[in-house]
Structure formats: C-alpha cells, structure tokens
C-alpha cells in the first residue's frame, strides 16, 4: 500500500499568519492518464470531512482562495495564506492514483 | 442540493453483521463513484469501499471477503452489508460521492 506521511502532525498557529502542511508518498501518485489523483480534506471538529482541494492543486467550489494546493511526484503541500479561526481542524491527504486509497495521518491545526 | 444520510449503525456483538444505508438526493447514485470511509474514535479516515457507475467495487484489505457494498437505482440509496463484525470495525462510517461530499456519518459500534 502507499503510505502517506504527513508533517507536522500538529501545528499551532496565530490567527493571520501563514501555515504549510507536507504530505509525502512512498511512491509517485502520477497515473497512467498523466493526472496525480492527491486530494486534500479538511475535518473541523465534530463534522464530517469536506474536500478542499483535488487533484494536487484544484480548488473545490467554494473553498477560501487562501487555500492553495502544490507539488508533484511525491512530494506535496497544502498552505494556508492567513489562518483564520475557521481553519482549525484536522488536514488530510489522501491518494487516490493507487488501489487501495489511503490517507495521511492527519495534520491537526489550532490557533495559538 | 446533494445529500447524503447514512442510516443503519449500532451497537452489535463481535462476529454479528449490520447494513448500513445511504441515502442520496440531489444527484443519482448510479452515476457517480461512491464510497465509504470509516473513523474510529480518535482516530484518522480509512478508505473501506468503492463502487464505481459501471458497477465495479472495490475494498480495502482490512475488510474484503467480510463486507459488500451495492446500490439500489430505484431507491438511489447506496448500501455497505458488514458481516463477521470485528470489534477493530468500531468507527463512524461515511458515504461520500466522488469523495467530494460526505454525509454526516452512522457510528458502528462492535462490543459483546
């Protein structure tokens, strides 16, 4: 299986600034077809998962554009441009190029 | 407007089997990939399931040969059958289309 790590596991923030979450594959995520299928989720706490972002750096409708996606290959981050109270909660990564899916650890984000 | 609500969780004894439901509206089920990932408490999200509109399915390691995920056109409601239920099976699971929307998940709780 491909094994998705996540860094950091935990990140404090100050309301305003930047954050970054890595997400690195035990293998290259790149398919077949040429798409790199690396999803980003976001879990605020007592909800179920929304997804923020697809295929590495596509926004979903109606995600905030201080969310932005990067990365290729295995290698891959997730930043926030300015955190805003909203924003806390628990980041995942998730693979969807091969069987089966599987997701990172999760990264969770609280305002310091 | 999509929806998605799961139905069908519980408390159930160690080897027992539980069908859990998902209802869907504003889309139709057939037409879209659909999957359920599940969450123990505390824990991080497990892709379990996937079947794709043509009727492909596929099932992590963890749960093949134990659980059967359907879909019924008529009532656009997707199922996940759990036989031999584990108590590592313990866990919120969710329905979600193209993993982009996500219903608000049904606990599964597995204890004699």
């Known amino acids: 299986d491909v094994v998705m790590t996540q860094s950091p596991l935990s990140l404090p923030v100050t309301l305003g600034q930047p954050a970054s979450i890595s997400c690195r594959s035990s293998?290259?995520?790149?398919?077949?077809?040429?798409?790199?299928?690396l999803n980003w989720f976001q879990q605020r706490p007592g909800q179920s998962p929304r997804r923020l972002i697809y295929?590495?750096?596509n926004w979903d409708s109606g995600v905030p554009d201080r969310f932005s996606g990067s990365g290729s290959g295995t290698d891959f981050t997730l930043k926030i441009s300015r955190v805003e109270a909203e924003d806390v909660g628990v980041y995942y990564c998730?693979?969807?190029?091969?069987?089966?899916?599987?997701f990172g650890q999760g990264t969770r984000l609280e305002i310091k | 407007e999509v929806q998605l609500v799961e139905s069908g969780g519980g408390l159930i004894q160690p080897g027992g089997s539980l069908r859990l439901s998902c209802a869907a509206s504003?889309?139709?089920?057939?037409?879209?990939?659909m999957s359920w990932v599940r969450q123990a408490p505390g824990k991080g999200l497990e892709w379990v399931s996937v079947?794709?509109?043509?009727?492909?399915?596929y099932y992590a390691d963890s749960v093949k040969g134990r659980f059967t995920i359907s879909r019924d056109n008529s009532k656009n409601t997707l199922y996940l059958q759990m036989n031999s239920l584990r108590a590592e099976d313990t866990a919120v699971y969710y329905c979600?289309?193209?993993?982009?929307?996500w219903g608000q998940g049904t606990l599964v709780t597995v204890s004699s």
């Open positions: 979600a289309r193209d993993l982009k929307e």
């Open positions: 504003g889309f139709t089920v057939s037409s879209n990939y």
């Open positions: 079947i794709y509109s043509g009727g492909s399915t």
């Open positions: 293998q290259s995520l790149v398919y077949s077809d040429g798409n790199t299928y």
């Open positions: 295929k590495v750096s």
């Open positions: 998730m693979q969807g190029t091969h069987w089966p899916i599987t």
